[in-house]
């Protein structure tokens, strides 16, 4: 994963080899000498956190904090400010400078400092995102919320159910409890991309009642951004409700699902009974 | 064998200026170091040992070791130097892998052995007196006029400015034997950095009065300079000038150092010698950017430059003061 990259804008050559000898074990570090330069930097690069001195040539540092803050793509970076003029740190708190830091200024204050602010504005961001975990299906791409998976698995043994559906013909046991497999591809009527020994079984739950979603593959959980969670699409044709959100992953745009909607009521109640009747002496047997 | 060379970094005048003289006294060659700036110059002797002071005005003693090992490669032993307390530069010490401290306190001929307990040599040569007394004198009451300035009004309150000054007033007080001067300055910059986040409390406000008490003719002041030029005219003539004419000056010797204080742009006069006026093109749009009207020059010849009064340097240290009196506003 690629560093945060930090823009220390400052007049001083020496205070620009310091941060950036104390910085650069952990951080992409680019410089400017005064403020207009700095500025045309974050427009340039867009970096993680900025680190600003007050009194600069060109355009002093509270001016170009209040660009920064005043330009709607750049707003979001936070600015520590870093000066022996103690007596602006409220003014600058108060323009949305994120910290204000007295020098003479100690390294390691510095880096912790420069980590806390990275974190928070990263919960910041994370604030209203939407945690999922993109599936594969054939050809289709499509997640589920990540806060309903409880378990990812290769595909076990599991055993027919009788009585269910063509998309609901096994279940199997995990720590005891019986679960039922959920094939998605059969209900959506596409073709798996692998074969069944190779596919996984991704264990969600909803009301207490688990189900296995039978699926090719399975990406790295992602934490979409607000601004990549599109209105969610009104009820329409095969999704029948199921459709909660679409967004934008690094693996595609895709529908956010919610699988239960896409079995009926009556078909979720009587999970139960069908398991009960499958493990019956005269329904035993393994498929997989 | 050529003499042992020794960097002393100290941001203090003072303080540099009396170690060198006593550790030249002891027969070692010595470099004076202030600031970032002067570590960077490309010129800097590669020194057989470095005493480095801690608390600098921009960065740390200890994290500029790991510069000076780091980028300049150097490999000699490093000992903090500083009027911090004892445990406290220990454990700095140890946690940037230096060679140990050398606390203030021990006075020069403390650092003299020092330095002589490292790097070796004979123990027979004169143990030096505490020296230039007159410098400290006026360096002294200058860190106290700035104190009291800084903690004059709300508008300029800057407490790590004031922790700053007394802490550097404290080892420069430490090394010329000034005890009771050293603890005033050493209380008020520990309530300042303890407190100092608090506002202008009144613990600190107690503090800083107290340390006026212990130099009462810094207590009165004819004004404040903002004086940007450097070198020996100003150094060793005209600030004991200035001093003895009751003025509190604000120095800086560049234009970085410079521009944070035109911001506190409240001062009676602003002198700023001609050779940097002319080495930094924007400095004299800058000032007056800053609004800082009442602006002079301290030039070769009288007249006006830059359409600023000019102060000759011709006339002697005594002439320029009393010109800077006239000129500074009452």
Not at chain 1, 35 to 54: F, I, N, S, W, Y
Not at chain 1, 82 to 92: N, P
Not at chain 1, 168 to 190: I, K, M, Q, T, Y
Not at chain 1, 252 to 261: D, I, K, N, Q, S
Request: charge should be negative; include cysteine.
């Amino acid at each position: 994963m690629a560093q945060p990259h930090v823009l220390v804008i400052d007049d001083s050559e020496a205070i620009l080899a310091f941060t950036r000898a104390v910085l650069s074990a952990s951080y992409a570090v680019s410089t400017a000498r005064n403020g207009r330069e700095g500025l045309d930097l974050c427009q340039r690069l867009v970096p993680d956190l900025v680190l600003l001195d007050l009194s600069m040539p060109e355009l002093d540092g509270e001016a170009v904090l209040e660009r920064l803050k005043q330009s709607g793509d750049l707003s979001a970076i936070p600015v520590i400010i870093i000066s022996s003029e103690q007596q602006r740190a409220e003014a600058c708190i108060a323009r949305g400078a994120a910290a204000f830091l007295v020098k003479p200024v100690r390294a390691d204050e510095l880096l912790a400092l420069v980590s806390r602010t990275l974190d928070a504005a990263k919960a910041k961001r994370a604030q209203g995102s939407l945690a999922v975990l993109p599936l594969r299906i054939g050809t289709m791409n499509l997640a589920i919320p990540l806060a309903d998976v409880r378990h990812v698995l290769l595909q076990p043994a599991t055993r027919p159910l009788p009585g269910g559906p063509s998309y609901l013909a096994a279940f199997f046991e995990l720590f005891g409890e019986s679960v039922c497999v959920f094939d998605l591809a059969a209900r959506f009527g596409v073709d798996h991309a692998k074969t069944v020994l190779d596919r996984m079984l991704v264990v969600v739950e909803y009301d207490r009642v688990k189900l296995a979603l039978c699926v090719d593959g399975v990406h790295d959980p992602e934490a979409v951004l607000p601004a990549d969670i599109q209105a969610v699409v009104p009820d329409s044709g095969d999704l029948a409700g199921a459709l909660r959100a679409v967004v934008k992953t690094t693996q595609g745009t895709m529908p956010v699902l919610h699988p239960p909607a896409l079995l009926s009521r009556g078909l979720v109640r009587s999970l139960g009974e069908l398991v009960r009747k499958a493990v019956s002496p005269r329904g035993s047997g393994a498929s997989a | 064998m050529s003499a042992r060379r020794i960097l002393v970094v100290d941001d203090s005048p003072f303080t540099g200026e009396a170690v060198a003289w006593a550790l030249r006294r002891a027969g070692f060659t010595v470099d004076v170091a202030r600031d970032l700036w002067d570590l960077e110059k490309p010129e800097l002797p590669t020194p057989d040992l470095v005493l480095m002071d801690v608390v600098l005005q921009e960065a740390f003693g200890d994290d500029l070791a790991m510069l000076l090992r780091g980028m300049r490669g150097f490999e000699c032993p490093i000992v903090l130097l500083s009027s911090l307390p004892d445990q406290l530069l220990e454990r700095r010490a140890a946690d940037a892998e230096l060679d140990g401290y050398i606390s203030k306190k021990s006075g020069l001929a403390g650092i003299v052995a020092r330095a002589r307990e490292v790097l070796g040599g004979s123990s027979d040569d004169e143990t030096p007196a505490a020296g230039t007394s007159g410098r400290f004198e006026v360096t002294a009451r200058q860190r106290v006029r700035r104190v009291l300035h800084i903690a004059a009004t709300d508008a300029r309150w800057n407490a790590s400015a004031i922790a700053g000054e007394a802490h550097a007033l404290a080892g420069d007080a430490d090394l010329a034997g000034a005890t009771t001067l050293a603890e005033a300055a050493r209380a008020c910059r520990d309530v300042a950095q303890r407190l100092g986040a608090g506002g202008a409390t009144p613990e600190i406000r107690a503090a800083v009065e107290a340390l006026g008490r212990e130099m009462p003719d810094a207590r009165v002041s004819a004004g404040t300079l903002l004086v940007a030029t450097s070198g020996p005219f100003y150094q060793d003539e005209l600030l004991p000038e200035l001093d003895s004419a009751g003025f509190t000056i604000v120095e800086a010797q560049s234009l970085v150092e410079l521009r944070p204080k035109l911001h506190a742009a409240d001062y009676d006069l602003i002198l700023v010698d001609d050779a940097l006026r002319t080495a930094e093109p924007t400095m004299m749009a800058e000032i007056d950017k800053a609004s800082a009207t009442n602006v002079a020059i301290l030039a070769d010849k009288p007249g006006e430059v830059a359409g600023k009064p000019a102060i000759s340097r011709g006339g002697g240290a005594k002439r320029v003061a009393e010109e800077v009196q006239r000129l500074a506003k009452k």
